[in-house]
């Protein structure tokens, strides 16, 4: 089956730099991808990594190592609106999410 | 603008009815999905459509069903609801393939109360 880990929450301050981490196994592996969560909110998409490597997106990155079964998340100059939850995804075929990292920014 | 839509946003329903939730993309999505999101647990998969008439379980289908005739609606079945049913559910559609083509997209949700 497939299973993916991530820390259920973190907490930096503003103009900070966080990073979520992501480990999963599973077999069958296309790529991983992440999604942010307000309250209240639905999920949505933020970035997807299919190969190695760092993917860039404003203030975000994601990075993946498929030899180490590991991503994460960067968030650059955090601001109070970056307050939600964020999950990992595991794509490949279905869409298995990890039980997502409460992100709070602190002022 | 991309579209799911679920039919509703809060349903109260009792203890062994049978319960529809029904969900629309306007995107022309092979894949659809259900979801249920409990705190502390994250999204669960529920159950997974790839195309008409097609599905495949996801990690907790038990006491669910789904039908998906068009493919633009994929229902969600609770055949007789009962309390550990209480959740939030949620539907996301998204087309197969790689890269940035897999981002699924999520309807609001419905919150169900099973009493």
């Known amino acids: 089956g497939q299973s993916l880990e991530q820390p259920s929450e973190v907490t930096a301050v503003e103009g900070a730099i966080v990073q979520i981490n992501c480990t999963y196994q599973?077999?069958?592996?296309?790529?991983l991808s992440w999604y942010q969560q307000h309250d209240g909110g639905a999920p949505t998409f933020l970035s997807y990594n299919a190969l190695d490597g760092l993917e860039e997106t404003g203030r975000f990155s994601s990075f993946l190592s498929r030899s180490d079964s590991y991503g994460y998340l960067l968030l650059q100059e955090l601001q109070m609106k970056d307050s939600a939850s964020y999950f990992c995804?595991?794509?490949?075929?279905?869409?298995?999410f990890g039980q997502g990292t409460e992100l709070s920014v602190k002022p | 603008d991309v579209k799911v839509t679920q039919s509703s946003r809060y349903l109260v329903k009792r203890t062994g009815e049978k319960v529809f939730l029904e969900c629309v993309q306007d995107m022309d999505h092979e894949n659809m999905f259900w979801y249920r999101q409990d705190p502390g647990l994250g999204l669960r998969l529920i159950y997974f459509s790839y195309d008409v008439k097609m599905k495949e379980k996801g990690d907790i289908p038990e006491g669910y069903s789904v039908s998906r005739e068009k493919k633009e609606r994929f229902s969600l079945i609770l055949e007789s609801a009962s309390t550990n049913q209480t959740s939030m559910y949620l539907c996301?559609?998204?087309?197969?393939?790689?890269?940035?083509?897999?981002?699924?997209?999520f309807g609001q949700g419905t919150r169900l109360t099973v009493v």
């Open positions: 996301a559609s998204s087309s197969p393939g790689q890269g940035r083509g897999t981002e699924a997209f």
């Open positions: 995804a595991y794509q490949g075929g279905k869409l298995i």
């Open positions: 599973t077999s069958g592996f296309y790529g």
